[in-house]
Antibody, heavy 124, light 109 residues
Framework: ELQLVESGGGLVQPGRSLRLSCAAS????????MHWVRQAPGKGLEWVSG????????DYEDSVKGRFTISRDNAKNSLYLQMNSLRAEDTAVFFC?????????????????WGRGTLVTVSS | FMLTQPHSVSESPGKTVTFSCTRS????????VQWYQQRPGSAPTLLIS?????PSGVPDRFSGSIDTSSNSASLTISGLKTEDEADYYC?????????FGGGTKLTVL
């Protein structure tokens, strides 16, 4: 079964760090780019970061540049998001999502598999 | 560019409803539009890809299209069911920029 399962969310104080993980199964993880998308309470979807199949290509949304780091371990079929210097406005459900392609080349990207998400709450 | 969706739509079971997704700049035909369904408390799922393709398992009650004259994409759901009550998001991608619409909340009553 195709599946993405996020973990690592929780309550954290402003300025602190948190590391999210995403375990993939049911598909060849190392063939696809992967992404993190977040959804603030009652709000819409916002793309956060993406990584190519081999980790060589990485992008971030402007508000998280310099604070968040995406990485992957293809041997463990896992995706990660290290979040530092967290702010109240980072409070959201974070979804792990699979790209339709490798992350290289010119193609219109979209996400064909999503996890159930993990809630990150930044509050003192 | 931005993708603008109506905030909410209501319709009765059995009816047909159409959502719009209007691109603010550049042609709607320049990049594929996708639609995602998000039921309450659940993850989004891909509903329509590449303007009008239905992934495996998506009922043919769901259809997508684009209209270059209005520079918008549309999602149509026919034979509405109460289980269709959800938020629907359009999405497009261009030159490393991911754009999601703000979402439309569908109420089936």
């Amino acid at each position: 079964e195709l599946q993405l399962v996020e973990s690592g969310g929780g309550l954290v104080q402003p300025g602190r760090s948190l590391r999210l993980s995403c375990a993939a199964s049911g598909f060849p993880f190392d063939d696809y780019a992967m992404h993190w998308v977040r959804q603030a309470p009652g709000k819409g979807l916002e793309w956060v970061s993406g990584i190519s199949w081999n980790g060589g290509g990485i992008d971030y949304e402007d508000s998280v540049k310099g604070r968040f780091t995406i990485s992957r371990d293809n041997a463990k079929n896992s995706l990660y998001l290290q979040m530092n210097s967290l702010r109240a406005e980072d409070t959201a459900v974070f979804f792990c999502a699979k790209d339709i392609g490798t992350g290289y080349g010119k193609y219109d990207r979209y996400l064909d598999l999503w996890g159930r998400g993990t809630l990150v709450t930044v509050s003192s | 560019f931005m993708l603008t969706q109506p905030h909410s739509v209501s319709e009765s079971p059995g009816k047909t409803v159409t959502f719009s997704c209007t691109r603010s700049s550049g042609s709607i035909a320049s990049n594929y539009v996708q639609w995602y369904q998000q039921r309450p408390g659940s993850a989004p799922t891909l509903l329509i890809s590449e303007d009008s393709d239905r992934p495996s398992g998506v009922p043919d009650r769901f259809s997508g299209s684009i209209d270059t004259s209005s520079n918008s994409a549309s999602l149509t759901i026919s034979g509405l069911k109460t289980e269709d009550e959800a938020d629907y998001y359009c999405q497009s991608y261009d030159s490393s920029i991911w754009v999601f619409g703000g979402g439309t909340k569908l109420t089936v009553l």
